[in-house]
Every structure is written in C-alpha cells, then in structure tokens.
C-alpha cells in the first residue's frame, strides 16, 4: 500500500523563523512529488519534483527530493503571518494514483 | 477563463439518500480525481480517471460511484451505502506526461470544493 507520511503535524512560528517540513513516502513506481498549500479552501500548488537533487525554488520557499532516501523538503525562509496554512504533500505513481500526506499545519504568529 | 468548477459549493441530505457532486473543467486535461478531505487530515483518493470511459478505485471507494462519458465532466455519486458521508469533497484534474504539457508541469488543480452534510 502508497504511504506518504508528513512530519511535523503542527508547528508553531514567529514572523521570521526558518521552517522545514519533511514528507517521507513509500509507493511503487514512483513518478512525482507534489507540495501544494491549503487555507481554508482548495490547496494551491507550490512544485513538482520528479528528479533527486534539484532544488525548486520560488521566493522563500523551496524544497528538494531525494529519490533514493525516499523524503522530500519544504523550506520556508523569513516567514510570514500570511504563511500560515496546512502544506500538504503528495506522491502520484505511473499509474496515475495519488496518495497525500495528512499535511502540516503551520502557524506563524507575529 | 479556463479552470475547474464544483458545484453546488453546500450541500445538505438526509441519511439514505443518494447524491452527486458536478466536477467540470475546460483546462483540456486527460487525468481527473476526487478526494475527500476529514478535519484535520489530508486528501484521501476516492477514485480517478486517465481517459474518457475509465476510470480506477482510489484508496475510499466504497460507497461511491463515478462515470467519466465526456472529458470535461466526471461526477461523483455518494450513495446511501457510504457509512460517513459528511466531508469536505474535492475534485482536481491534470494533464499527463507526454501529453503536451510543459516539461514538468503536470500537477493537479484543484477545484474550489464541495462540503456535503448528510444528516
């Protein structure tokens, strides 16, 4: 059975702090790594990973796959109020199936 | 504008009652998906479709049906043999590899949601 597990669950902040959330996985024929952000409504995408080793970046955020170790990063620098939200990770395989994380719920308090 | 609808945005049943969830997109993707989403959890995978007329069990299928007889459109059905249906309902779609989208750039996007309570 797909796994994708998200650490830490909950994470509380202040404006300014650095935050690394983990995502570890276990599935057959892995195919790509999603990170979306999710505030009160649908998740927005954030990246897409499908190769080890090449950081995404976009602003303060990044993050990075290792494809042999099996866990994804999401880094967020200089956080923010308006960070704040449940980042949710997903693994889809060449099959097409999906499998998300229970996500980490991030607050960033002023 | 090209997106993803889900319609209606609430949605309230009574226990026994069979209801579907309208997902439409005009994004021309082949792949589309519905999840529901619990408090305080993630998206768990009810069933998802690659191409017109097929389509696969996610990991919570029972008590769902689908059909997919049209690119654009793939409703959900919620039956009265789903044991727990009140949840928050999302819908997504992508394109897939190979199919024309940008190197990289199959990711799925979501529609805005629908929150069925069946009491």
């Known amino acids: 059975e797909d796994k994708v597990v998200q650490s830490p669950l909950s994470l509380v902040v202040h404006e300014g702090d650095t935050v690394t959330l983990n995502c570890s996985y276990e599935?057959?024929?892995?195919?790509?790594l999603l990170w979306y952000k999710q505030e009160k409504k649908a998740p927005t995408f954030l990246f897409m990973l499908?190769?080890?080793?090449i950081e995404k970046k976009s602003g303060r955020l990044s993050s990075i796959l290792d494809k042999k170790e099996l866990f994804s990063i999401l880094n967020i620098t200089a956080t923010q109020t308006g960070d704040s939200a449940i980042y949710l990770c997903?693994?889809?395989?060449?099959?097409?199936?999906?499998?998300f994380g229970d996500g980490t719920t991030l607050t960033v308090k002023p | 504008d090209g997106g993803i609808t889900q319609s209606p945005k609430y949605l309230f049943r009574k226990e026994g009652q069979n209801v579907t969830l309208s997902c439409e997109q005009n994004?021309?993707?082949?792949?589309m998906y519905w999840y529901r989403q619990d408090p305080g959890q993630g998206l768990r995978l009810i069933y998802y479709?690659?191409?017109?007329?097929?389509?696969q069990k996610g990991d919570i299928a029972e008590g769902y049906s689908v059909s997919r007889e049209k690119k654009e459109s793939f409703p959900l059905t919620v039956t009265s043999a789903q044991k727990n249906p009140t949840a928050f309902y999302l819908c997504?779609?992508?394109?897939?590899?190979?199919?024309?989208?940008?190197?990289?750039?199959?990711?799925?996007?979501f529609g805005p949601g629908t929150r069925l309570t069946v009491t």
């Open positions: 499908t190769s080890s080793g």
């Open positions: 479709s690659q191409i017109v007329n097929d389509f």
């Open positions: 997504a779609s992508s394109t897939l590899p190979g199919q024309g989208a940008p190197a990289g750039r199959y990711e799925q996007y």
């Open positions: 997903a693994v889809v395989t060449n099959a097409g199936k999906s499998t």
């Open positions: 599935v057959t024929n892995f195919r790509s």
């Open positions: 994004l021309n993707h082949d792949a």
